[in-house]
């Protein structure tokens, strides 16, 4: 894996679980929507997608585990398409890479195009500017940065 590319993933973790979770989790991979730095909603066996229908705010439920927030449904659809045996650390790595490349953002990641990167795959992560889906939505400046500590280049 590149460093542009670790970088991106780092700073996705960091959009939608934030720092100070990532701190008390097991780097994000083992965490359940609906977690805060203060009662984080953990799983410790990675056999499977967690599975859980969370409840996480006015009224809103999801499936969303792991470091990149991901869906029950869509594991299950990635799971078969990249032949993946358990929900673990590289399984989630895996999703998230092909998440990236289906956005056609891999080449923008690996030249620094960075912010075209992240409009890109605003689909894929409700903490990305432009989502609308209704989630707290981080400023691109903010994710620039968080990619640029984490070791990522910009063009």
């Known amino acids: 894996m590149t460093p542009n590319l670790k970088a991106f993933l780092d700073m996705i973790a960091r959009a939608e679980i934030g720092k100070e979770l990532l701190a008390k989790s097991d780097?994000?991979?083992?965490?359940?929507?609906?977690?805060?730095?203060?009662?984080?909603?953990?799983?410790?066996?990675?056999?499977?997608?967690?599975?859980?229908?969370?409840?996480?705010?006015?009224?809103?439920?999801?499936?969303?585990?792991?470091?990149?927030?991901?869906?029950?449904?869509?594991?299950?659809?990635?799971?078969?398409?990249?032949?993946?045996?358990?929900?673990?650390?590289?399984?989630?790595d895996a999703i998230a890479i092909r998440l990236i490349g289906e956005c056609e953002a891999i080449k923008l990641i690996e030249t620094g195009q960075i912010e075209r990167a992240i409009a890109n795959c605003r689909s894929r992560w409700a903490s990305f500017p432009g989502a609308g889906q209704g989630q707290r939505e981080h400023k691109m400046a903010a994710l620039i940065a968080a990619y640029t500590q984490a070791g990522g280049n910009l063009a």
């Open 27 to 92: 780097n994000g991979y083992n965490v359940i929507v609906g977690s805060r730095p203060e009662m984080p909603i953990l799983f410790m066996n990675y056999a499977d997608h967690p599975r859980l229908v969370v409840e996480y705010a006015r009224g809103k439920k999801s499936t969303a585990a792991g470091r990149y927030q991901i869906l029950k449904r869509n594991y299950d659809a990635y799971k078969r398409i990249l032949n993946l045996s358990d929900f673990s650390p590289a399984s989630q």
